[in-house]
């Protein structure tokens, strides 16, 4: 994408300022987030990017700057990422993950907004429970949480309003995403991320279960990748696409790699197998493939990476 106008909703995020690094020198971005789990010391400074500390939940706020910018492109990345916070406030959080991801379609269509292309990012959380794999786009869903409903839900409505009123909407479902800027703070944070922060500070790190669970790492450049030539791409309209690796790879696996890359020594402890776990995930990504997207992060070249980024 080059000389447009986006808007990355919840850009100061993990994946949202990993997007807006990479998009930055040619374009102007416009960043809107309440700061909740992003950090604007995540976002690139340039002249060219204008940042919103604001909720995406706030509709007449939202609708002024839609209007006024006139977006050619809208990254919907803002929302509540803790499974465990959306049960805790089903309510509260249904508002960010769906409700305000609804209102800009409404906003884009009652204003007829000329925009190129809307975003919307899912997870593999939607497949919830089901055994299958590896998990296809036209794989049953499950949804288990809150979370998952509203993502789900979320897509849903963006795929098939943008169809009934002719807006160019793509959704895609995220496996397991890592790499730098993603936050550690939460015990619900990424499992790589808490991996990361132990080795980093000697601190000790729990594994839940054997360890001997898997799951499809994607590094966050195949990540931003593919959310670029979903945008560009006009045969990606109103559908949805996996986004990953095809890969499983087991937490075990995981520590030895980062173990020999970082030559530090994880001092583990272990736990029962958290509860509501899946214990093995990877997708087909034959999809977005057939559009060109081929994930160029092997686990061991991203966490090799991750590791020299932090
Ligand atoms: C991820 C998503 C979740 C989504 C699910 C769908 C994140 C943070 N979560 O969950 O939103 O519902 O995919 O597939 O991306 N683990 C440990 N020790 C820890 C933390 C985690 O052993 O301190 C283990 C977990 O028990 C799990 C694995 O690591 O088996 C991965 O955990 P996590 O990173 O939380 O991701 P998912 O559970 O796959």
């Avoid at 089903?90 to 907004?113: G, S």
Wanted: proline share 5%; with cysteine.
């Amino acid at each position: 994408i080059k000389n447009s106008r986006i808007l990355i909703t919840g850009g100061a995020g993990f994946i949202g300022s990993n997007l807006a690094d990479h998009l930055i020198e040619n374009n102007e971005i416009v960043v809107v987030d309440d700061l909740s789990m992003g950090k604007i010391e995540n976002l690139p400074k340039s002249t060219q990017l204008h940042f919103f500390k604001h909720s995406i939940t706030d509709t007449n706020f939202m609708s002024k700057l839609l209007v006024k910018w006139n977006f050619d492109y809208i990254f919907l990345l803002a929302a509540v990422a803790s499974v465990a916070d959306t049960i805790s406030r089903p309510c509260e959080t249904h508002k960010i993950n769906q409700d305000a991801n609804i209102n800009v379609m409404e906003m884009v269509r009652v204003n007829k907004l000329p925009v190129k292309k809307i975003l919307f990012s899912s997870s593999a959380a939607v497949y919830g429970n089901n055994p299958e794999l590896p998990k296809c786009e036209s794989s049953a869903i499950d949804p288990i949480s809150p979370y998952a409903i509203d993502k789900f839900a979320s897509e849903r409505f963006v795929i098939d309003y943008g169809k009934l009123y002719h807006i160019p909407t793509v959704a895609t479902r995220f496996f397991n995403v890592y790499g730098p800027k993603q936050n550690p703070k939460s015990p619900y944070s990424g499992v790589l991320s808490l991996i990361s922060h132990s080795l980093m500070n000697d601190s000790i790190f729990t594994i839940f279960g054997d360890g001997k669970q898997t799951r499809d790492f994607t590094y966050i450049s195949d990540v931003v990748s593919a959310l670029e030539l979903l945008s560009a791409n006009p045969i990606a309209n109103h559908e949805v696409y996996n986004v990953a690796t095809e890969i499983p790879t087991s937490l075990n696996k995981v520590l030895k790699i980062f173990e020999k890359i970082s030559g530090k020594k994880i001092t583990l402890a272990y736990k029962n197998e958290r509860k509501g776990d899946i214990r093995d995930s990877y997708a087909d990504v034959s999809k977005i493939k057939q559009l060109g997207f081929s994930p160029r992060y092997s686990i061991t070249y991203g966490l090799k990476k991750y590791w020299d980024m932090l």
